[in-house]
């Protein structure tokens, strides 16, 4: 007989998409961060949101600014996933290979959310000491970004000034959040994808057969999700 959480009951019927009630308290606090913004937000009204009081929301969350630290979260944790898929790739990526099925990736998952999480990096918030832990996976991503990015103009011999460009690049797609749904849309990953190349020197007729190749793996690592679900 499955167990249920302890935990006051919801006022109304459940109103948000999710599993947990956990779930349920993120996309509330997604919506109300990215439409009135953090400030503007309370823990009340996202208990609201959600059909909870707000002592139950506390059961989940201490504070407000936990809550915003595991939005973040969700913007780089399936990307920091996806890289030792990339890294085990046989036969290897190459540096070119690995860039573009990253950044095409991550620029996926900034585009496919329910709500814009990557236009959070603006507020003035994030720079409180307790979103550490965003801060210090999203150095992770960056980093990791820079050395494929360094491996690539050791080859091509572009300036090492642009190796820091791919990054900034793919975190651009969230002023991109405006676009309709559609081709359009859906195709602006594997775009800046392949201009992170392009700064990097990698010219555009060499550019086809390195997308082949990313966009298998990330097909691959997306089967593969899918049949371990």
């Given at each position: 007989m499955p167990l249920?959480?302890?935990?006051r009951?919801?006022?109304h019927d459940?109103?948000?998409?999710?599993?947990t009630a956990?779930?349920e308290i993120?996309?509330a606090a997604g919506?109300?961060?990215t439409?009135l913004?953090?400030?503007?937000t309370?823990t009340?009204?996202?208990?609201e949101?959600v059909?909870?009081?707000?002592?139950?929301?506390?059961?989940?969350?201490?504070?407000?600014?936990?809550?915003l630290?595991?939005?973040l979260?969700q913007?780089v944790a399936?990307t920091l996933?996806?890289?030792p898929n990339?890294l085990g790739?046989?036969?290897?990526?190459?540096?070119?290979e690995?860039?573009?099925?990253?950044?095409?990736?991550d620029?996926?998952?900034l585009?496919s959310g329910?709500?814009?999480?990557?236009a959070?990096?603006?507020?003035p918030?994030?720079?409180?000491?307790?979103?550490?832990?965003f801060?210090?996976?999203?150095e992770?991503?960056?980093l990791?970004y820079?050395?494929?990015?360094?491996?690539?103009?050791?080859?091509t011999?572009?300036?090492q000034?642009a190796?820091?460009?791919?990054?900034?690049?793919?975190e651009?797609?969230?002023n991109?959040w405006?676009v309709p749904?559609?081709?359009e849309?859906?195709?602006l990953?594997?775009?800046?994808a392949?201009a992170?190349?392009r700064?990097?020197?990698?010219?555009?007729e060499a550019?086809p057969?390195?997308?082949q190749r990313?966009l298998?793996?990330v097909?691959r690592y997306?089967r593969?999700?899918?049949?371990?679900?």
């Amino acid at each position: 007989m499955p167990l249920t959480r302890a935990g006051r009951p919801r006022l109304h019927d459940q109103r948000r998409p999710g599993t947990t009630a956990r779930d349920e308290i993120l996309d509330a606090a997604g919506e109300l961060f990215t439409t009135l913004g953090y400030t503007g937000t309370s823990t009340r009204s996202i208990a609201e949101s959600v059909g909870i009081r707000q002592a139950s929301l506390y059961h989940y969350f201490k504070t407000k600014d936990d809550i915003l630290c595991a939005l973040l979260g969700q913007t780089v944790a399936p990307t920091l996933s996806f890289i030792p898929n990339l890294l085990g790739a046989e036969p290897a990526l190459s540096a070119a290979e690995h860039l573009h099925a990253l950044a095409a990736f991550d620029g996926d998952q900034l585009l496919s959310g329910q709500w814009n999480l990557g236009a959070l990096y603006l507020l003035p918030e994030l720079r409180d000491a307790r979103l550490e832990p965003f801060w210090s996976d999203r150095e992770r991503l960056r980093l990791h970004y820079l050395a494929l990015s360094s491996a690539v103009v050791d080859q091509t011999g572009v300036h090492q000034a642009a190796a820091d460009l791919p990054f900034r690049l793919v975190e651009s797609l969230v002023n991109m959040w405006t676009v309709p749904e559609g081709p359009e849309r859906s195709a602006l990953p594997i775009h800046v994808a392949d201009a992170c190349l392009r700064v990097l020197g990698i010219p555009d007729e060499a550019t086809p057969a390195v997308r082949q190749r990313s966009l298998r793996e990330v097909e691959r690592y997306a089967r593969d999700g899918a049949a371990s679900a």
